[in-house]
């Protein structure tokens, strides 16, 4: 055969390289589309007779690896990774509940999951409650014969409170409701799925990620709650792509070191912070202080969480505490491997009425500093030079 021209030889795939080994971490595989033998070939992949991946919004290597791996992580039948963590909420809120059904709300949930339910979804019909998930008893209060859902957060943002996730469990199961647990603060503290969950979700471009590099969230659950959630995902575009499945596959393979220093540097920190006469209060569930710490010291295994909330006093008070910090910057994200902060008030529950705050305990000073991996000396030395712009 007469060999192809030179424009031809640019445009053609190169051959994949042959060899018997095999790479020791994951490759990273960009296509977004896969060749077929045969119209037979195509339906035994769609009818799963035969592996394989067709277009990558449905799936990929590398999001078939990242959801292998988060749904043993949390001991679950199965996972699904999304293009970011509220992409997880939406698709098991899209696939979990229809026009004239609710969904029963933990007070003090992040508020863009709020916004989610109460702007968005409620325009299709879909209601909602709240309850307090540290306080089971109000679950039962909030529960209503439409209520097809209950979404809680293992730790609250951003005062860090610990729901009594067993408790909800088997309060939403006798109301035949699915409970969802946004896990996002706790990665390997915990595991709600044996807890009595259904699925749990991150946002992995916090913790998980851990290099504020990545945006993809994960859900990881039974079996019925993936299998409906994940064709939802797909058909509303809510799925994450190769290159941020790869990067979410490195940060994960240091996370239990990078959970188990940051769990340790804030406990140090919150027992200093206690001490400092400049701090009006200090919420951390490892502090004998917190109201759920006798919860957390037999519900959290490895630590307390990398999340430390102080309030400082007036907003004017947490902007000079915030400028005078040297390396400690004011990003309003978390779980990365260095120390952030941010200003709930401006940030995460920005929008939220004076009452709202109150309700959730937020004030215009509180600051949530997210604990990394540095020397807890270097820590305390910036945090000194905070504590002098107060005083």
């Known amino acids: 055969m007469q060999p192809p021209r030179l424009d031809t030889v640019c445009a053609r795939p190169a051959a994949s390289a042959p060899s018997t080994s095999k790479p020791l971490v994951p490759p990273l595989d960009l296509s977004i589309v896969y060749t077929l033998r045969s119209l037979d070939h195509v339906d035994a992949i769609y009818n799963k007779a035969e592996p394989g991946y ?29 293009a970011s963590g509220m992409a997880a909420e939406a698709a098991l809120f899209l696939a979990g509940l229809g026009q004239g059904e609710d969904v029963a709300l933990s007070e003090g ?58 408790a909800l469990a088997e309060i939403a199961h006798s109301a035949n409701a699915t409970l969802i647990v946004d896990h996002t603060f706790a990665p390997i503290l915990c595991q709600p799925v044996k807890l009595g969950a259904d699925a749990v979700t991150h946002s992995a471009t916090k913790l998980i990620g851990g290099h504020s590099d990545l945006t993809l969230g994960l859900v990881a659950g039974t079996r019925e709650v993936l299998d409906r959630a994940t064709p939802v995902a797909s058909t509303f575009g809510l799925t994450g792509n190769p290159f941020e499945s790869w990067l979410c596959l490195r940060g994960m393979a240091t996370l239990g070191i990078r959970s188990e220093r940051s769990c340790a540097n804030a406990l140090a920190l919150a027992e200093k912070l206690e001490s400092q006469p400049a701090i009006k209060a200090v919420h951390y569930p490892g502090l004998a202080s917190h109201p759920d710490h006798a919860r957390a010291a037999t519900m959290l295994s490895g630590g307390f969480g990398t999340i430390v ?26 779980g990365d491997v260095a120390t952030t902060l941010s200003h709930p008030a401006t940030t995460s529950h920005r929008g939220q009425s004076p009452e709202q705050w109150a309700r959730q305990g937020i004030t215009p000073g509180l600051v949530r500093l997210s604990i990394g991996i540095e020397d807890v000396d270097d820590l305390w030395a910036d945090l000194e030079r905070g504590f002098a712009a107060l005083s």
């Open 54 to 82: 067709i277009y990558a919004r449905d799936g990929h290597p590398n999001a078939t690896q990242l959801a292998a791996k988060i749904a043993t992580l949390e001991a679950a039948d199965a996972g699904l990774v999304c």
């Open 309 to 334: 909330t102080i309030d400082v006093g007036e907003r004017s008070q947490a902007d000079a505490f915030i400028r005078a910090l040297e390396h400690i910057p004011f990003a309003p994200s978390l």
């Open 109 to 166: 949930l992040y508020g863009r999951t709020v916004g989610l339910i109460t702007r968005e979804l409620a325009r299709f019909g879909v209601g909602w409650t709240s309850f307090d998930a540290t306080r089971p008893e109000t679950l039962k209060e909030a529960i209503n014969p439409r209520t097809k859902m209950v979404f809680v957060e293992t730790l609250s943002n951003p005062l860090v409170r610990l729901a009594d996730i067993s």
